[in-house]
């Protein structure tokens, strides 16, 4: 089985921060690799997929790198609505998600 | 729009059996994979089973194998997970989430998902 491990589990960052979360699979899954945003009581919402590839109606601020083993998803500004759980997907073989990363207000 | 809508949630006793349902509108249902998602309170998200556009191919995480069944009706637009001699550890937020292709082997993403209905198993 691919396990996804993502960095860090959490993070404090200020709004108009640059913020990265990384997302390394074990093997490699070409660019089999998906992000997804979640807020609390909320179900998941896709914003990034095929590994770089922005969702329709996300904002442009979202913006997702990588191929192989090692991702990034970079929110190059950060704004208020953005302060949620994020996880990474594997669609290479079956499917897999990362443990979530979870961004706070600083 | 595209919508999908959990149901058949509640409290089961363990070693107990539930079914859920999760209905889908907007789209040509047979068209697409489907899949199951579960989040244990306070925890992330794990992928629990995905079925293929026709229901003949489906994949299972390893801890549901034999317990859990998923399939479709595609004339009712309506996906279900029966689960059988449920544990504890089965306590979550199950969700379905449409896939984008009618394939169950992979190289697609979830888009959109339901809103969820709470399992909880406990005695």
């Known amino acids: 089985d691919i396990q996804m491990t993502q960095s860090p589990s959490s993070l404090s960052a200020s709004v108009g921060d640059r913020v990265t979360i990384t997302c390394r699979a074990s093997q490699s899954i070409s660019s089999n690799l998906n992000w997804y945003q979640q807020k609390p009581g909320k179900a998941p919402k896709l914003l990034i997929y095929a590994a770089s590839s922005l969702q329709s109606g996300v904002p442009s601020r979202f913006s997702g790198s990588g191929s192989g083993t090692d991702f990034i998803l970079t929110i190059s500004s950060l704004q208020p609505e953005d302060f949620a759980t994020y996880y990474c997907?594997?669609?290479?073989?079956?499917?897999?998600f990362g443990q979530g990363t979870k961004v706070e207000i600083k | 729009e595209v919508q999908l809508l959990e149901s058949g949630g509640g409290l089961v006793q363990p070693g107990g059996s539930l079914r859920l349902s999760c209905a889908g509108s907007?789209?040509?249902?047979?068209?697409?994979?489907i899949n199951w998602v579960r989040q244990a309170p306070g925890k992330g998200l794990e992928w629990v089973s995905t079925?293929?556009?026709?229901?003949?191919?489906?994949y299972y995480v390893d801890s549901v194998k034999g317990r859990f069944t998923i399939s479709r009706d595609n004339s009712k637009s309506t996906l279900y997970l029966q689960m059988n001699s449920l544990r504890a550890e089965d306590t979550a937020i199950y969700y379905c989430?449409?896939?984008?292709?009618?394939?169950?082997?992979?190289?697609?993403?979830?888009?959109?998902w339901g809103q969820g209905t709470l399992v909880t198993v406990s005695s």
């Open positions: 989430a449409k896939g984008t292709r009618t394939t169950a082997s992979g190289g697609d993403w979830f888009d959109p």
């Open positions: 907007g789209f040509t249902f047979s068209n697409y994979a």
């Open positions: 079925i293929s556009g026709s229901g003949g191919t489906t």
């Open positions: 997907q594997q669609s290479y073989s079956i499917r897999t």
